[in-house]
């Protein structure tokens, strides 16, 4: 059987999109990583600047933001505008032929509305099983173009919806898991899953399952590294070759940072 081509799908965090030369990095290193691949971001800090300037409250329910109509006119102009087309510019200047989406965009990824239960979480945009046009997304890749998705939304009756980044990177790693041998990135602000937390040096370089379980229950990995691996460990039951979580700065190293598997 032929083997399957590689695609990277990488996720970075709001803190690189807002500093410059740290974006500059990123960004040169992405256009430089080799074969397929996609780009999601976030860019929550400079959205919640933006509406502070507006006089616009930001709303946050234990780290998630409640996404009300102004704020969501906020997100979408920061996300799918500002950042979106800043980090495409700069892989443009990098020569990466970068192509800035949000969901609603050629419908790449459609969502449907967090349904209210204890909290409101206004015009938040939760994933579906068939939430990724995998087959629309392929034709992109197909052209030799790379993806730069923000984490803006549709629901397929024109409404935009503020979309985790995290999750939807997870979605599009299990959708196109069938047609790319795929590798899911999570670059952030540490070196990877750190056995101490004030040791940036002390990172836990893989991680299978039986691992993860002895390390939680020592307590090593807590608090919120715990969803983010329990995201990666359903990627990897869905199909996903395997997910890394490692510093920005270190995406062109193929040994940096914390495999999973």
Request: hydrophobic share 40%; net charge negative; charged share 25%.
């Amino acid at each position: 059987m032929k083997d399957m081509e590689k695609l990277s799908i990488v996720k970075i965090g709001g803190n690189i999109v807002e500093q410059e030369e740290a974006l500059n990095r990123f960004t040169k290193s992405f256009a430089h990583l080799e074969g397929r691949k996609i780009l999601v971001h976030g860019g929550g800090k400079i959205a919640s600047k933006l509406a502070g300037d507006l006089g616009i409250e930001a709303k946050m329910v234990n780290g998630r933001r409640i996404t009300d109509l102004e704020t969501l006119k906020v997100v979408t102009m920061v996300y799918a505008g500002l950042a979106n087309k800043n980090i495409v510019a700069l892989l443009q200047a990098n020569h990466c032929d970068a192509i800035g989406l949000s969901g609603a965009d050629g419908d790449t990824i459609r969502t449907v509305k967090r349904p209210v239960k204890t909290i409101d979480y206004g015009f938040a945009g939760d994933m579906t099983p068939t939430s990724i046009h995998t087959k629309r997304i392929q034709s992109l890749l197909e052209l030799n173009l790379f993806p730069v998705f923000s984490a803006i939304t549709h629901n397929g009756e024109g409404q935009l919806l503020n979309t985790n980044a995290d999750t939807i990177a997870s979605a599009l790693a299990i959708g196109l898991a069938s047609s790319y041998a795929v590798s899911l990135i999570y670059c952030f602000e540490k070196k990877g899953v750190l056995s101490d937390i004030a040791d940036d040096h002390s990172v836990i370089t893989e991680i299978d399952q039986t691992k993860y379980t002895a390390l939680r229950e020592q307590g090593i990995i807590a608090d919120g590294m715990i969803p983010k691996l329990d995201n990666a460990f359903d990627a990897i039951a869905q199909g996903v070759k395997k997910v890394i979580i490692k510093h920005a700065d270190d995406l062109a190293d193929e040994h940096a940072g914390t495999t999973i598997f």
